[in-house]
């Protein structure tokens, strides 16, 4: 089955851009989206397709897609940043969801 | 107010069965295709099951293939997932989300808090 790969772990200074990839055999033909987790909360949809955001998700939250790693920018990084961020695709051929295994970003 | 809010978890013996509702308000439930997604303690998020708007398509993760039924009642805003023969590695948060499309194939925009299911004898 398709395989999403993350880093276990990101850390940015506040202010900082953090960026932080999933990594896919042939990524870029796939929808792409991404999920903020934080404790005791439920998880957030931060970008979808890619590259779109949900209505309300600040600017400062982006997508985008190389052939075989799909990255999520956070510009101006703020502590209420600190989460758990996954990413996640459809895959046609075992037609199942999947998710990458989670990053954590630690806001120094 | 779009809310997704789950039930039916509890602590429960191995080898027993267990069915996890989510009740749905604040949107056209019979529009849109549903999930379950669990996490464990200190895991990440893993996908179990999605149906869609129809219940024509239903999809479940392989880890537990053979041991979950997932359906729904429109009529009723209501998600349902049958565990059957629990094991202690399905202790978990269990997630009901809604998916952005009528299929079970696109991102989901509206999550749960969560019911943790305890199995432990």
């Known amino acids: 089955s398709y395989v999403l790969t993350q880093a276990p772990s990101v850390s940015v200074a506040p202010g900082q851009t953090a960026r932080i990839t999933c990594g896919g055999a042939y990524i870029r033909n796939k929808d792409v989206h991404w999920y903020q987790l934080k404790p005791g909360q439920a998880p957030v949809l931060v970008i979808y397709d890619n590259t779109e955001r949900p209505s309300g998700m600040p600017e400062r939250f982006s997508g985008s897609t190389s052939v075989n790693t799909a990255t999520l920018t956070i510009t101006r990084v703020a502590a209420g940043d600190e989460a758990d961020y996954y990413c996640q695709v459809w895959d046609g051929y075992s037609d199942h969801q999947v998710f990458g295994g989670g990053t954590k970003l630690t806001v120094l | 107010e779009v809310q997704l809010v789950e039930s039916g978890g509890g602590l429960v013996q191995p080898g027993r069965s267990l069915r996890l509702s989510c009740a749905v308000s604040g949107f056209t439930f019979e529009n849109y295709a549903m999930h379950w997604v669990r996490q464990a303690p200190g895991k990440g998020l893993e996908w179990l099951s999605g149906?869609?708007?129809?219940?024509?398509?239903?999809g479940y993760a392989d880890s537990v293939k053979g041991r979950l039924i997932v359906s729904r009642d429109n009529a009723k805003n209501s998600l349902f997932l049958q565990i059957n023969s629990l094991r202690s590695d399905d202790t978990a948060l269990y997630y009901c989300?809604?998916?952005?499309?009528?299929?079970?194939?696109?991102?989901?925009?509206?999550w749960g808090q969560g019911t943790m299911v305890t199995v432990s004898s």
């Open positions: 989300a809604k998916d952005r499309g009528p299929e079970i194939r696109n991102a989901f925009d509206i």
């Open positions: 149906i869609s708007w129809s219940s024509d398509t239903v």
